[in-house]
């Protein structure tokens, strides 16, 4: 095991890193939450890139939560008080957006972790007041809700498709 990303708001420094995801080629993919960034790394700890800063516009963040890496090498990206999941591409160029505030289907209260399932749909565990899982085509298509908890954080699909589900109070 190593460590890497020392505090602070440099390039390869973290300031509260929160998920973090590989690729199919071994690269790192850190939420930087309150640099309010993506990171891109070996899995050594070279840095290699970064995007994102704060803000509200397509490629701004505001707490990124949860990067997802889909086998095509597109990036999703959970951020928090923007109530939206992004798209980018693996280095970092802005594909879409969905979400918005709101308990309606599609919308969110608080867009934590991230999972992918066999199908290539991306499930969003969403906390809050809606406190259950959402699950979308990898362009932002809203296909179903499912579950409800007290205080979600994460979900895992396996490769049975079986979903696991993180939640404290539950």
């Known amino acids: 095991l190593s460590k890497w990303g020392e505090a602070g708001a440099g390039a390869g420094q973290l300031n509260h890193p929160f998920g973090v995801n590989v690729d199919q080629t071994g690269n790192l993919y850190v939420a930087d939450g309150n640099n309010h960034r993506i990171q891109k790394f070996t ?3 070279v840095f290699l890139t970064e995007w994102g800063s704060f803000g509200r516009g397509p490629g701004q963040f505001n707490v990124p939560i949860d990067a997802l890496v889909d086998r095509d090498g597109n990036v999703y990206v959970s951020d928090l008080f923007n109530y939206r999941i ?8 802005f594909l879409t957006q969905w979400g918005g505030f709101g308990s309606t289907p599609g919308r969110f209260t608080g ?3 991230l999972a992918l399932d066999a199908s290539g749909n991306i499930w969003v565990a969403d906390t809050g007041g809606n406190g259950r899982i ?6 932002g298509t809203f296909l179903f809700t499912w579950g409800k908890f007290t205080h979600l954080t994460s979900v895992v699909l396996d490769q049975a498709g079986d979903v696991y589900v993180a939640s404290t109070g539950d």
């Open 43 to 45: 899995n050594t700890g």
């Open 86 to 93: 992004q798209k980018f591409t693996s280095t970092g160029a």
């Open 111 to 113: 867009p934590l972790g």
């Open 134 to 139: 959402q699950v979308f085509t990898n362009t």
